[in-house]
């Protein structure tokens, strides 16, 4: 059974950065694509950006490009997103999901109902 631990989470100024962490427990296989959702009060649940387990292709949501960056480290089994120029509408719960990778694509970030691995959350908060 995987778990998804986030980390990283916090309060920040409009414009600053933050880096969220995702580190993989109980399948250390690298063929999952993973990724982050996030949520904020009232709205629906959306993607932002997601990595291929297969290639490392990365895939990112219209509202983030250019200013999210995700990555990932196969030996510490973790998953990174490096947010810049932070914006009041990016304060949300930022979530960090899994999937087989059965070669998603950018269709990743359309699947939320169906992810099957979820991590608890971590709030991430712009203030003006």
């Known amino acids: 059974q995987m778990k998804l631990v986030e980390s990283g989470g916090g309060l920040v100024q409009v414009g600053d950065s933050l880096t969220l962490a995702c580190t993989r427990a109980g399948v250390t296989s690298d063929t999952y694509a993973m990724g982050w959702f996030r949520q904020a009060p009232g709205k629906e649940r959306e993607g932002v950006s997601c990595?291929?387990?297969?290639?490392?292709?990365?895939y990112y949501g219209d509202s983030v490009k250019g200013r999210f960056t995700i990555s990932k480290d196969n030996a510490k089994n973790t998953v990174y997103l490096q947010m810049n120029n932070l914006k009041p509408e990016d304060t949300a719960v930022y979530y960090c999901?899994?999937?087989?990778?059965?070669?998603?694509?950018?269709?990743?970030?359309?699947?939320?109902?169906?992810?099957?691995?979820w991590g608890n959350g971590t709030l991430v908060t712009v203030s003006s």
């Open positions: 990595i291929s387990g297969s290639d490392g292709s990365t």
């Open positions: 999901a899994a999937e087989f990778d059965s070669g998603w694509g950018s269709s990743w970030l359309t699947r939320y109902r169906s992810m099957p691995y």
